[in-house]
């Protein structure tokens, strides 16, 4: 399956009468935007508002972040059995607009999370303080229940982004990269000495506000599969997860995934990458006995000498990844793993909440707990209500000036567990 | 199946009374089912859930069920549930100890009710459940 990624590089965003792409310029129609989101009768506001690097802005809460892309050749088109219709994906040419996102925030459920800042101290540990932001703020009608809430918001991202990713359809492309991964025995007999590399990618999958979707199926209902690695790119995979901001997953870094990315780029030089194995994050402990023992099923049965594990989350999901770890070593692949830690505010305490023998070779991406302080702002996109009681704040942080301080956890993808960030642990 | 829920979320509790055994007090803390789910594995009961389901972490919300049962659905490791419940117990210490529990208005409370019986019904509704 081959994909070529047309990467239109986006330098600024504005308002306008029309959406188009013009000289690096994302100009954006407010208006279609809200009459898109307002298509559904259980939002009954949509603002939309502009976030640039540097900018004294803050947004939040998030619950999403989605990167506009549009298919504009081979089968299928963006988030299929989610805005489109079911096909497979990944294969023939998209084009994304580099730089540019849509957000979505608002008030979803009563507990408020996820800052993302644009400039100051706090602006590092988000990726989205560097991109231009075409932010959504989304209110939901008078006793909308919470499930059909987060729905709401769930589509009015996706489908705002799809819209938006339109407008670089008959864009010519800044850079094309392609990225190619072969039926297995071909791939194998491609680069016959290179080790056999693989990345088993855990989905988010608890419940309410902790879901995730492949091709629109529930990742708590289906059972470890086999995905090219190009199927996430054209969004076969989208977020339904809004709590922890600082390890959430969101759907634009499905479309990005860094370890995906990585191993494309030594593809062919240091390793042969085979492929994604797909798992879930179940609450049930017979779903992980039953999800892990084919994890490592699939991970023999394709013959990997080596993989990558991802997950997202902290407690139940570290359950998951240890088994994973454990039974795919057991089965004779060499396993690393790629997490974020919470060992306390002192540092001192276990990070993970399980752990076996196995795992010996982790990645850290930093831990969620430490405390820093974000300046105020000349302006909130969302809200800032309550931010004593933000996931990350506590009584008595927020000062008059509109200061507060935090854990690092209340920042979106501050911590994210598959490395899209600029945190990390070192053992000396 | 022979199960329990045991849980502080008054929403489970009214949902399935009927169906399962049921341990539930209103004032109990996450510790307090914590520690009633590790008595009832020292009793000889076995986890089907995972005591830290959801990513909402023991210092950020009030409400915790877990389900238990007399049978066993998978062919786990000796002492795996106690090593999981002890390592739940000495998480939420952890998390506690660093930031106590927000004093959080009915508003949030009764949406961190909703999203602990999301987790629950999305177990609840799995067939083996209803194996007999």
């Known amino acids: ?428 | 199946m022979d199960n329990v829920m045991v849980t502080n979320n008054c929403r489970c509790f009214e949902k399935w009374k009927d169906i399962f055994q049921m341990e539930f007090e209103e004032g109990w803390t996450y510790l307090d089912v914590l520690t009633k789910a590790r008595d009832y594995i020292h009793q000889g009961y076995h986890l089907l859930t995972h005591p830290l389901a959801g990513s909402v972490k023991p210092n950020q919300t009030p409400f915790k069920s877990i389900i238990l049962s007399k049978d066993t659905l998978e062919d786990a490791e000796e002492f795996r549930d106690l090593v999981l419940i002890e390592d739940s117990i000495a998480a939420y210490h952890k998390f506690i100890k660093g930031k106590p529990l927000p004093d959080w208005p009915e508003k949030s409370r009764e949406d961190f009710r909703t999203v602990d019986l999301s987790l629950m019904e999305g177990v609840v509704s799995n067939p083996i459940m209803n194996r007999r």
């Open chain 1, 1 to 428: 399956m081959k994909l070529e990624l047309g990467k239109i590089y986006i330098h600024d965003v504005q308002f306008a009468d029309k959406t188009y792409v013009e000289n690096g310029t994302l100009f954006v129609c407010k208006e279609e935007i809200e009459k898109l989101v307002l298509e559904d009768d259980r939002l009954i506001s949509a603002r939309v508002e502009l976030a640039r690097p540097g900018e004294s802005v803050r947004i939040a809460p998030v619950k999403d972040v989605i990167e506009p892309r549009v298919k504009v050749d081979g089968p299928g088109a963006i988030f299929p059995g989610v805005i489109n219709k079911v096909k497979q994906v990944g294969e023939g040419r998209t084009h994304a607009l580099v730089g540019s996102t849509v957000i979505t925030c608002g008030r979803i459920v009563g507990f408020q999370e996820g800052v993302i800042d644009m400039s100051g101290p706090t602006a590092k540990y988000t990726p989205f303080s560097e991109t231009y932001n075409v932010c959504v703020v989304i209110e939901p009608k008078e006793g909308l229940e919470t499930h059909d809430y987060e729905a709401a918001g769930r589509m009015a991202g996706l489908k705002v982004a799809t819209y938006v990713g339109e407008a670089g359809r008959n864009v010519e492309p800044d850079e094309i990269v392609t990225y190619e991964t072969k039926p297995l025995l071909e791939q194998i007999a491609q680069y016959p000495d290179l080790p056999k590399i693989g990345y088993v990618h855990m989905l988010q999958s608890q419940g309410l506000l902790h879901d995730t979707f492949y091709y629109g199926v529930d990742a708590k209902k289906f059972i470890p599969t086999l995905m090219y690695p190009t199927e996430i790119m054209d969004g076969a995979i989208v977020s339904g997860n809004c709590v922890a901001p600082c390890d959430k997953v969101t759907t634009y870094h499905h479309l990005n995934n860094p370890v995906i990315e990585d191993l494309y780029k030594r593809h062919g030089k240091d390793l042969n990458f085979i492929g994604v194995i797909l798992t879930n994050e179940n609450v049930f402990l017979a779903d992980k006995e039953r999800c892990s023992d084919m994890v490592a099923k699939l991970a023999q049965f394709i013959g990997l000498d080596g993989l990558l594990i991802t997950e997202e989350g902290y407690g139940n999901p570290d359950t998951d990844l240890m088994m994973n770890c454990k039974k795919v070593t057991q089965a004779g692949t060499k396993v690393v793993i790629i997490t974020d830690e919470f060992p306390g505010r002192d540092g001192k305490s276990q990070s993970l909440a399980d752990a076996v023998p196995e795992a010996d070779t982790m990645v850290s991406c930093g831990q969620g707990n430490i405390i820093v302080h974000f300046p105020a702002m000349d302006h909130v996109i969302g809200t800032l209500d309550f931010v004593e009681t933000m996931i990350g704040g506590y009584e008595g942080c927020i000062k008059a000036d509109g200061s507060f301080d935090a854990e690092l956890q209340i920042i979106i993808a501050s911590t994210i567990a598959n490395g899209f960030n600029k945190l990390a642990a070192r053992t000396y």
